[in-house]
């Protein structure tokens, strides 16, 4: 393929735009608010900046079970929706109502019972006894807290991830841009006690984000029940849950795949992450600072790669496999483009942006080193991202599996983790050899997407 066959026209990039817009606006604003937490928090110290760090790594874990969830089915939305199926639509948003319902409560009482064990995880490197036992405490409570808003995350991802995969990208991120709002009023006054509040720290934090879910719910529901010709899915949704069970046999088969691997991908982060630890409690935080402005330098890339999966899904649906098959692989070059600009402003951010912390010298300087490295990285991140759902889009969430997941646990984690116990190389060292790792995943994702294995319409019959 030339360059010029592989250059989208002016309507496609429109297309694409429309769709990939919204949600980089979307995930940008959360994530400028995740950016915010961190620095709210950042100013009680350090240790309250590792162990929230270490809470919501480990709410990581719960975000991409749900995501794995939705999306599993999602597949089906879109080529459904593409196919111009609404009863196919509503079964399922239906399902993805009780799956991530069944799976908010079940992570509840995993998080509520393991809190302190799995935080405690993180607190094996070099430092005092009395910051270890602080940053356990505030791990652990922070915990106890955000276990209140893990079942309204479930239905959000449902109504959002419908609504996503139906084209409608905007009315989520107004939703987001709510809650957003009550995040903040919620952090300033809780955090710092104004207006003769008590002053309650990372707990406060943590009160403020679960009142924020409420809301993000409460404004997707008001939405959707309220505009149902524009949403016909939404029609006699709660009537009755019963569903073909042919139907709910492939969902589940197409889920479990995705939510293994989205579950096994974050706990995969997490104990990279905690071979991070390893070394000591100061790159606990600054791996938090470097991921931080990761989380906000990557919406744009991000946001594309998943469009992937709208766009070519409902192609597929529509049976025009060929025109998949092209809009995926502009689409990621799309992604990479996104990536390698964005990847360029994070590195010149890296001098500066540790100096908001209120911590020590080596945490900044640490931090300037990582920000460095994974902006240079950022492109292959986003051609393996993009590659992803380009796979998925197909429905063979099976390949997607041992794509992704097996790459992390095969690869990633066996590498930090002997990195960190069997030799004193530095972080930075053990970050770089991670990172380029992910050549061996580009070559492979590059073999898999042009084969067009994953080019299958799952809706046709």
């Known amino acids: 393929m ?20 919204p949600m980089i606006i979307q995930n940008g604003l959360t994530n400028f608010v995740s950016l915010l937490d961190n620095l709210m928090i950042g100013g009680v110290g350090t240790n309250a900046i590792s162990g929230v760090a270490i809470a919501n790594q480990l709410m990581f874990v719960f975000w991409l079970l749900m995501f794995g969830a939705t999306a599993g089915v999602g597949i089906f939305t879109a080529q459904f929706y593409g196919k111009g199926d609404t009863k196919g639509v509503r079964d399922t948003f239906r399902f993805k109502l009780i799956a991530n319902t069944t799976l908010a409560l079940a992570a509840g009482v995993v998080y509520y019972l393991l809190a302190p064990t799995m935080v405690s995880w993180f607190l094996k490197g070099d430092g005092t006894p009395e910051d270890a036992a602080q940053t356990l405490e505030i791990g652990v409570d922070y915990i ?59 707990n406060g934090a943590a009160v403020a984000t679960v009142v924020s879910r409420y809301v993000e719910l409460l404004v997707l529901m008001i939405y959707t029940g309220t505009h149902s010709a524009s949403n016909p899915f939404i029609i006699d949704a709660f009537r009755s849950f019963r569903m073909p069970l042919k139907l709910v046999s492939q969902f589940v088969l197409k889920s479990l795949p995705l939510m ?29 600072i470097e991921q931080t402005l990761w989380n906000l330098m990557t919406v744009a890339f991000i946001a594309v790669g998943e469009s992937i999966g709208i766009v070519v899904g409902q192609r597929l649906g529509a049976g025009e496999v060929d025109v998949a098959k092209d809009y995926a692989i502009k689409m990621r070059d799309l992604t990479v483009v996104f990536a390698a600009a964005c990847g360029i402003i994070m590195m010149m951010l890296a001098p500066f942006f540790p100096m908001f912390y209120n911590t020590t ?39 997607t599996f041992v794509f992704d997941c097996g790459y992390t646990w095969l690869i990633v984690v066996p590498l930090a983790y002997c990195l960190s116990r069997f030799t004193s190389v530095s972080v930075p060292v053990m970050m770089f050899s991670v990172q380029w790792a992910e050549l061996i995943k580009c070559t492979v994702g590059e073999i898999m997407v042009r084969s067009g294995i994953w080019a299958k319409n799952i809706v046709q019959d």
């Open 144 to 202: 106890n807290i955000i276990i209140a808003s893990l079942v309204p995350i479930g239905l959000s991802y449902a109504y959002s991830g419908t609504l996503r995969d139906t084209g409608n990208t905007r009315v989520p991120m107004v939703a987001t841009m709510v809650a957003i709002f009550v995040n903040l009023a919620g952090n300033a006054v809780l955090i710092y006690g104004l207006f003769g509040l008590p002053a309650m720290g990372a």
């Open 361 to 399: 010298n080596e945490v900044r300087s640490l931090a300037t080193i990582l920000i460095v490295l994974s902006g240079i990285v950022m492109p292959l991140m986003a051609f393996t991202h993009a590659s992803y759902f380009i796979i998925r889009a197909g429905g063979n969430t099976l390949i």
């Open 260 to 288: 293994a691997n989205e579950t096994l991908w974050a706990f995969g982060m997490t104990v990279l992450n905690q071979c991070y630890s390893f070394r000591s409690l100061d790159a606990v935080a600054a791996v938090n």
């Open 2 to 21: 030339n360059i010029r066959s592989r250059l989208g026209t002016k309507d496609f990039y429109k297309m694409v735009l429309g769709i990939a817009v």
